[in-house]
């Protein structure tokens, strides 16, 4: 599968992912606390999960840029020590303002993360792996969301909320030494691995920046990307307190059930990028962006689908299994959007483009928790809320079927068709 060689690379970015997403996680499981110990209204608690997405959006982009200046290497070491110190930071909150502001600040820190890893990536992996790669390296993420209530929620009920911050900040700051210390940003021999099928999408000559940030390859991957964000970060954020303010719940069984939906999203990212390479290569006749298309057009209505029906359902039980179904098709198409980058941009745009993309896809983290809070303290359910989600990813799913294409390198701002309809 992956060399000895290269089998550092991928853990350190797994406990990256792990790390992200145990870090921004905590606060939608302490939410419940923090709400009644701050006085915060549904209203103000979405508006505090939204800031997060302010500076991390903004950072996707910076970050994505930074890698490809400075090295990707280094920009994750900066960026992790910055989103721990905020992360640590949320214990010193003492109301609405302050703790928005240390979410914008942790949101920034923490924006590097995936254009980093899909630069990384980039550098140690031949095309046939780059999807396989990118799903193992983020399926830490998922990861990180199921052991964030178990550990956040008991040392909540044990101890107190802000105890949990502290710890989280720690772990990321040994993360942080470790890396610096042993990893490489490329390897010390070129990659050797010869393609066994057509992969030559991304064009080879140097390409302006600007010339990407106009296609509609692009803009309607991460179109599809945004309804990819906007059903994850509803279900990071609102999830936990619609399982104790709407079913019923108490924290600790709250903390527990957050727990299922992870791990089948943990799953479905790790197996992703593998099933996209393994269509890749039978396809191969086909087409590079056909394999990546079949894998996000199904799984992403799939997804849509199942967080619709769960806002209509009448039990628990049907609720958590529909979202834990939703995410697990979810995240199957987490590789996916980062594959279609590396397969259609040149290697040194890379970082730029993918945050560039990940910058549009993350303002869904702006609107759609201030949205949620809005909804529900407006109706008093979240029923709304799980159709919105819905029927965005479906017209998403539509738009990646009409307009990513292989794009044609040059002067101009074209782009041609598929060599197969899809």
């Given at each position: 599968m992956f060399s000895k060689g290269k089998l550092p690379i991928i853990i350190m970015l797994f406990l990256a992912g792990v790390i992200n997403y145990l870090d921004r996680s905590a606060l939608s499981i302490a939410a419940p606390f923090i709400q009644d110990d701050l006085t915060l209204s549904a209203t103000q608690m979405g508006l505090i999960f939204s800031s997060f997405s302010v500076g991390y959006a903004i950072f996707n982009f910076l970050g994505g840029m930074a890698s490809d200046r400075y090295g990707a290497k280094l920009t994750l070491f900066v960026a992790m020590v910055v989103w721990s110190l905020f992360s640590g930071a949320i214990a010193l909150a003492v109301g609405f303002v302050s703790?928005?502001?240390?979410?914008?600040?942790?949101?920034?820190?923490?924006?590097?993360?995936?254009?980093?890893?899909?630069?990384?990536?980039?550098?140690?992996?031949?095309?046939?792996?780059?999807?396989?790669?990118?799903?193992?390296?983020?399926?830490?993420?998922?990861?990180?969301?199921?052991?964030?209530?178990?550990?956040?929620?008991?040392?909540?009920?044990?101890?107190?909320?802000?105890?949990?911050?502290?710890?989280?900040?720690?772990?990321?700051?040994?993360?942080?030494?470790?890396w610096f210390k042993f990893v490489k940003e490329k390897p010390a021999k070129p990659m050797g691995e010869a393609p066994a099928v057509k992969v030559d999408v991304a064009p080879q000559e140097k390409i302006p920046l600007t010339f990407y940030l106009k296609q509609k390859t692009v803009l309607f991957t991460a179109f599809a990307f945004f309804a990819y964000n906007y059903i994850l970060f509803?279900?990071?954020?609102?999830?936990?307190?619609?399982?104790?303010?709407?079913?019923?719940?108490?924290?600790?069984?709250?903390?527990?059930?957050?727990?299922?939906?992870?791990?089948?999203?943990?799953?479905?990212?790790?197996?992703?990028?593998?099933?996209?390479?393994?269509?890749?290569?039978?396809?191969?006749?086909?087409?590079?962006?056909?394999?990546?298309?079949?894998?996000?057009?199904?799984?992403?209505?799939?997804?849509?689908?199942?967080?619709?029906v769960a806002g209509l359902v009448t039990t628990t039980v049907s609720a958590v299994i529909l979202v834990a179904l939703s995410v697990f098709f979810l995240y199957l198409t987490g590789a996916i959007y980062w594959a279609i980058v590396q397969d259609v941009v040149d290697q040194n745009n890379v970082g730029s483009v993918g945050g560039f993309m990940h910058f549009l896809a993350n303002t869904a983290g702006i609107i759609g928790p201030a949205l949620t809070g809005f909804i529900v303290d407006k109706t008093g359910t979240f029923s709304g809320a799980f159709l919105l989600a819905g029927g965005l990813a479906v017209f998403a799913s539509l738009t990646v079927i009409r307009f990513v294409r292989p794009i044609i390198s040059g002067t101009k701002d074209r782009s041609v068709n598929d060599s197969v309809s899809f």
């Open positions: 703790l928005m502001v240390i979410r914008v600040l942790f949101g920034m820190g923490e924006g590097p993360l995936s254009a980093t890893i899909n630069k990384m990536v980039n550098n140690w992996f031949p095309p046939t792996q780059r999807a396989s790669a990118i799903g193992v390296t983020n399926s830490g993420t998922p990861l990180g969301g199921a052991i964030s209530g178990p550990i956040v929620g008991m040392i909540a009920v044990a101890f107190s909320w802000k105890v949990s911050f502290i710890l989280i900040m720690i772990i990321g700051l040994v993360w942080a030494v470790c509803f279900f990071l954020t609102w999830f936990p307190s619609y399982l104790v303010k709407e079913r019923g719940l108490s924290v600790e069984s709250m903390s527990v059930i957050t727990v299922i939906p992870w791990i089948l999203g943990f799953i479905g990212l790790a197996a992703g990028g593998f099933v996209s390479d393994y269509v890749f290569k039978k396809a191969a006749k086909k087409g590079v962006l056909f394999s990546r298309k079949v894998v996000l057009v199904t799984c992403l209505l799939a997804s849509a689908i199942c967080i619709g």
